[in-house]
């Protein structure tokens, strides 16, 4: 069977998520990475497009170019799903451009720098039926999917209380000095979104909060931290959230917690036990009870659901990463491009990245109000 023609925008040779992507695409062979433009700088693009290998009439100056040349080209050669792995402010009329041109999307969060945006790339995908993946990167770890499965099979009973949280610290570098602070676009509203910290990570412990209950967030009360009077963006955010089953929790962000790299822990907690998970030890599922001692679960053994062991590749032991976790998602909208999607949740679908979008919004809203309680609805 013929791999799936991958375009990528964005995502050159100095980028962070470039790699991730990459390698993701190509550990289960679906894809082949065919065409892009890589760099905002076209030079830097076609030397990185020749380092990948590809033919040089496929290295484009911009999603212009390249959406022109692709569109004459027969069927069966054509680009037919686009990663968009830009600055966030591309995303919107990237995606818009891509879906109105008959491509898949995969697109990195925040979806867009505004819900307004979201819900019109929503309108249009509706009308064009298109696949259309928001790498919410962390939902592919096997131990992730294993726990979303045992709260569904009702492992920890009703939910009481759910804690998430994302601390980063590598702000504080950058804060306390305004030249540094204008250089990085996550602190430029115009190129991030109204928010720094809840867009970029808020946005992922969110994410996840919906996956794993399986429920909506209906309301939330927030309160970022700012740091100086000059910066227009929040860079730390504790959220009181209520779920819309009455279950009650917190969403703590923060990329000033100085030392800290991408501490992502999730604990949910039921009447009949908990579940806790740590990004940077993701191999590791603690589940807890009353009555018996700390149980560890860990991926690739049967006892785990199928929907966790379809993305372990080797035998118990061999742990699995960041890498495993993009390419598990990769997998889903691989599967769901070829039409035969396995397991629902297999990857962040555009309603989650519009989710996500809402959230930001409501959250700063929050926040502004003077630390009110703000509905997640229209
Ligand atoms: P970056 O600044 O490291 O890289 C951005 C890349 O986009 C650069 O190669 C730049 O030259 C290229 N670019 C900029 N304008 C372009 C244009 N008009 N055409 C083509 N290429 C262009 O940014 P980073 O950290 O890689 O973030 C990119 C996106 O990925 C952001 O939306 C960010 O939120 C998201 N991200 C997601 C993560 C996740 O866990 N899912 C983790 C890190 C980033």
């Not at 039921?270 to 740590?278: F, P, R, V």
Request: with cysteine.
């Amino acid at each position: 069977m013929s791999k799936i023609r991958l375009g990528i925008l964005g995502g050159g040779a100095d980028s962070l998520i470039g790699i991730l992507h990459r390698v993701a695409a190509n550990m289960f062979d679906h894809y082949e990475i065919t065409g892009g433009a890589f760099d905002i700088d076209f030079e830097k693009s076609k030397n990185f497009g020749e380092k990948l290998g590809l033919d040089q009439d496929r290295i484009y100056k911009d999603i212009d170019a390249m959406i022109e040349a692709e569109s004459n080209l027969p069927k069966d050669k054509r680009i037919q799903v686009v990663s968009v792995l830009t600055p966030n402010f591309l995303h919107f009329p990237m995606a818009k451009q891509l879906l109105e041109n008959g491509f898949h999307v995969i697109c990195e969060k925040p979806l867009t720098t505004t819900y307004e945006e979201a819900k019109i790339l929503k309108a249009i995908r509706e009308k064009t039926g298109s696949i259309f993946a928001v790498t919410y990167t962390y939902t592919g770890y096997p131990m992730v999917r294993q726990m979303k499965k045992m709260i569904a099979e009702g492992v920890i009973g009703k939910i009481h209380k759910v804690d998430i949280q994302y601390y980063q610290g590598w702000i504080n570098s950058l804060i306390h000095d305004k030249e540094k602070r204008s250089n990085t676009w996550r602190l430029d509203p115009e190129k991030s979104g109204i928010s720094c910290c809840i867009g970029d990570i808020g946005t992922h412990a969110f994410n996840m909060a919906e996956f794993l209950t399986g429920t909506r967030i209906d309301k939330v009360l927030a309160d970022l931290n700012y740091l100086y009077e000059d910066n227009p963006m929040d860079i730390d955010g504790t959220v009181l959230v209520r779920y819309s089953d009455n279950a009650k929790g917190v969403i703590r962000a923060s990329q000033i917690a100085t030392g800290e790299e991408n501490n992502f822990c999730v604990k949910i907690y039921g009447d009949k036990g908990g579940l806790k998970w740590e990004q940077e030890n993701p191999n590791y599922l603690y589940h807890l009870t009353e009555d018996k001692p700390l149980q560890t679960l860990k991926p690739g053994h049967a006892y785990n659901s199928d929907f966790s062991l379809e993305g372990t590749k080797l035998p118990p032991g061999h742990p699995e990463g960041i890498f495993d976790s993009m390419g598990n998602i990769y997998l889903g909208i691989a599967n769901a491009i070829k039409n035969h999607t396995k397991f629902e949740g297999a990857y962040p679908d555009l309603e989650e990245g519009v989710r996500g979008m809402m959230f930001i919004e409501k959250t700063v809203d929050s926040h502004k109000k003077g630390n009110v309680w703000v509905n997640l609805n229209d």
